[in-house]
């Protein structure tokens, strides 16, 4: 016989799936592909579209997409450049200048802004101090806004007159809020906004003053990149270039937690769905030998019979991905919907990639969990057709699970990107299941000695486990994942997201206190004992620069858009202390252990943050210099710390050794919780304390709380795919033994066994098999929970007592899903089913 064209085999394939369309395992192997793809689709979109939205809530924080900034005003064709590009601009300049009033005089940091200002974000202001704010605004020509602090120190009120330079200016609005101001907790002097119609009338800016002119900049990614590349070139040495990469540390940490919790769970989809597919694929084969070996006997060729089969798989597989990009993509929107008062107005679409991404992993799972099983169906002989016996050979068995671990571990990749959370789950599972499998297999093997004086109804039931043990202890391991994959999202949805939450309590600080004098420290020290329970301690502060490590000048450390560029291009806010700081962890090296300054002849310890250091190659022993207030001081790198960043205390890169700085002058500062409803006292202590800046962080802390609620209910909803995967993988692993069952239950009722019986047998038969599979669940979650907490959450472990219900919602589920998946064994005519065997 000539070969049939591929147009021939294509139209012949569609024409059997189209009348296969009914047969269960397609069904479910459909069902479980949707599943698959719409998680993966809809992680996808999640973490883009995310992304996305971090981008444009770290441009709020700095008021622009992009500033160039410097000690200089931009040139001429710096300008132009952007507007070539039509790029929304704005400018301003800040400066510092005494503020003077018949009541004295102040230093504040002045700020002046032109119409267009900001270009992300927005001003907010109020009335009068402490009073309700509102959004929008700038102060107009001949207007002056202040923060509550000028107001306080000078004993001001609005509508009076301030003078800035030789300008005088009334003052309207109190400044509380600045977009491109938002986590700068170390600016020491108070805020003044004026008009940049103002500015030169003030007579402060001359040739020679320390001015900082900024530009700012609004517009496409593409634009933007199209503008950095056009003046880098020609960037002076005082001026630089920042964008939204960096963004707000405490926000960015935030959602960062908030996708890797939500990765966790869609790994978890994927892998039940994944589990589907392959043992719908594996019944797909196995009932489609007879047809192989009858369309071998009409001439078609091996690999014929492969394609023919394989277009089948592929057709059902393109449509189900199609279906399940889709559902993906409405998915995302309802992740959004729940997430909506979290993220910007406006979150950018997350384009093609996703779908095309989410496609690809449907139609991966679908190849390397289905083409093992179906490459058997080009081995069936055609003798098949006279003797049912003959069977293909059957591929090697690490061919055939290799194919679908490396499929599984590389979608798993794919959708979270990170290896320590792909290898924990799949890795975990894995070892679980080969440990807890074989202790299965062994169990049930010794039940035999139990069935001889056991009713019948337990005989019918444990003999079907027995009589493949192999099969049996398979489901057990199939239903058993999804049990655990349950438990592993009720950890999720509970003790993972708690003990998340309560790494910020609700009594977390929520002021900060800087620019403390020295002579002021123990009374404010004893002031904030009073006002608040909840206070950090007192922490020296010096602006200090990283010049050298081990003599070389730091710049040939430093990487482009690393921590270390960014720590070096700036004044650090240096300390010294003699315990390690709450939140901080030794990584490596050791603490000092005395508060004693270090002899003379000694070179003194500093202790680096572990990612600043790993950023700059820098390693215990190595020699840093620095220059602080004038002074050349060397210390030798001791320790390296871990800092919690989240928990709103004071943190410091570089913390001295006591004694090191003691003759630099220093400020202190500190954090602490006051109550809402106290703002009196924050009045009260400013005019106490005129020179000390307290700045409110209760904003950021309801941002992270925010963030904490919103993510609770966003693993709620990606429960739901765990939940569709896993009736996927339960109802697939029935559909795997259904032919068998059909043909028992006919034998039986032929021999005159009841419905009664047999129900009752099925109940024994999955209730056990629940049972056990609940077992090993909740062994194989605390193994999997272990290695989560232990190397991708860093987070303590715990038993977890609660997983012991496992067994019983096994039980039930599983006993449940059962009988109702096998109905049609008891349904089936026992006459016709004799008849076809």
């Not at 001026?239 to 926000?251: E, M, V």
């Not at 679409?349 to 690809?360: D, F, R, S």
């Not at 969990?369 to 002989?381: H, N």
């Not at 220059?627 to 890169?653: A, C, H, M």
Request: glycine share 10%.
């Amino acid at each position: 016989m000539a070969r049939l064209p591929f147009s021939r085999l294509l139209s012949l394939a569609a024409r059997q799936l189209m009348r296969d369309a009914r047969a269960g395992e397609l069904r479910v192997l459909f069902f479980a592909l949707v599943v698959a793809v719409a998680a993966s689709t809809a992680i996808g979109y999640f973490g883009a579209r995310l992304n996305s939205a971090m981008l444009l809530r770290a441009t709020e924080f700095l008021g622009a997409d992009l500033i160039l900034g410097g000690s200089t005003p931009a040139t001429p064709a710096q300008i132009d450049a952007g507007k070539a590009l039509k790029l929304d601009h704005s400018q301003i300049v800040i400066f510092s200048s005494v503020v003077a009033t018949d009541n004295g005089i102040q230093l504040a940091s002045v700020k002046a802004v032109d119409g267009a200002y900001p270009l992300r974000g927005e001003l907010k202001s109020a009335p009068a101090p402490y009073e309700a704010e509102t959004v929008g605004g700038e102060p107009q020509a001949g207007e002056a806004w202040a923060e509550a602090r000028i107001l306080v120190a000078l004993n001001l009120k609005v509508g009076d007159s301030i003078d800035v330079g030789s300008k005088t200016l009334k003052l309207t609005r109190v400044l509380t809020y600045e977009p491109d101001r938002a986590g700068n907790f170390y600016s020491l002097t108070p805020r003044v906004m004026i008009n940049m119609a103002d500015l030169e009338a003030t007579k402060v800016v001359q040739p020679g003053s320390r001015v900082s002119y900024r530009d700012l900049w609004r517009g496409t990614p593409q634009d933007l990149a199209a503008y950095r590349k056009a003046i880098e070139p020609g960037l002076a040495p005082n001026q630089k270039i920042d964008d939204a990469r960096d963004g707000n540390q405490q926000i960015g940490g935030a959602l960062g937690k908030a996708e890797r919790y939500l990765n966790m769970a869609s790994l978890v989809a994927v892998l039940l769905a994944g589990v589907a597919v392959a043992l719908s694929a594996a019944r797909f084969a196995v009932r489609r030998f007879d047809a192989s070996a009858l369309l071998r006997c009409l001439g078609l060729s091996r690999n014929e019979a492969l394609v023919l089969f394989g277009l089948q798989l592929a057709m059902l597989g393109v449509v189900a991905s199609a279906a399940g990009a889709l559902l993906g993509w409405f998915a995302q929107l309802g992740l959004f919907h729940l997430l909506e008062n979290l993220l910007p107005a406006a979150v950018p679409p997350g384009g093609w990639l996703p779908a095309v991404a989410g496609i690809g992993t449907g139609l991966v799972a679908l190849a390397g969990f289905a083409l093992p099983p179906l490459a058997a169906l080009g081995r069936v002989p055609p003798l098949r057709v006279l003797r049912r016996d003959m069977l293909p050979i059957p591929a090697s068995t690490w061919l055939v699970y290799g194919a679908a671990l490396l499929a599984l571990g590389l979608i798993m990749w794919r959708l979270s990107l990170d290896l320590v959370l792909t290898f924990a789950l799949l890795g975990g599972g894995l070892i679980a299941a080969l440990i807890l499998g074989g202790v299965l297999l062994l169990a049930l093997k010794s039940l035999r000695r139990l069935l001889a004086g056991a009713s019948l109804p337990w005989r019918l039931g444990l003999g079907q486990l027995l009589r493949h043990p192999m099969a049996a202890a398979g489901q057990s391991l199939a239903f058993g994942l999804i049990l655990l994959s349950m438990g592993l999202i009720a950890l999720l949805r509970g003790e993972l997201l708690d003990t998340w939450q309560n790494q910020l309590p609700k009594d977390a600080p929520n002021y900060f206190a800087l620019n403390i004098l020295p002579n002021d420290k123990d009374h404010f020290a004893e002031r904030m004992g009073r006002l608040s329970t909840h206070s950090a301690p007192l922490y020296p502060m010096i602006p200090g620069r990283l010049m050298t490590i081990n003599g070389e000048p730091v710049s040939k450390f430093v990487t482009k858009d690393s921590r270390g560029e960014n720590a070096t291009q700036r004044d650090l806010n240096l300390t010294w202390a003699a315990t390690l700081p709450e939140g901080n962890s030794i990584t490596a090296g050791q603490w000092w252990t005395s508060n004693q300054p270090p002899a003379d002849g000694v070179v003194p310890g500093v202790s680096v943050e572990t990612k600043l250091a790993n950023s700059l190659n820098m390693k215990l022993g190595d020699t840093l210099g620095f220059v602080i207030g004038g002074l050349t001081r060397e210390v030798k790198v001791t320790s390296l710390r871990d800092i919690n960043w989240d928990t709103f205390q004071p943190n410091f890169f570089m913390i001295f050794q006591p004694g090191t700085l003691k003759d630099v002058p220093a400020t202190y500062l500190t954090s602490f919780y006051l109550a809402p409803g106290n703002d009196q006292q924050i009045v009260e202590l400013s005019r106490a304390y005129p020179a000390v800046t307290i700045l409110q962080v209760e904003a950021l802390l309801a941002q992270l709380r925010s963030i904490l609620d919103q993510v609770t209910m966003a693993v709620q909803y990606v429960l739901l795919f765990v939940l569709a995967a896993g009736m996927a993988v339960l109802f697939s692993g029935l559909q795997a033994t259904l032919d068998e069952r059909i043909r028992q239950g006919a034998l039986l009722r032929a021999l005159g066994a009841n419905r009664a019986l047999l129900i009752k047998a099925r109940r024994i038969e999955f209730g056990l098999l629940g049972a056990v599979s609940g077992v090993l669940a909740a062994i194989g979650c605390e193994l999997v929970s272990f290695a989560l907490y232990r190397y991708a959450f860093n987070l303590e472990w715990h038993p977890h007592a609660w997983l012991l219900v496992l067994p019983l919602i096994g039980a039930l589920l599983v006993g449940g899903a059962g009988v109702f998946g096998t109905r049609r064994a008891l349904n089936a005519s026992p006459l016709q089913v004799l008849r076809e065997g």
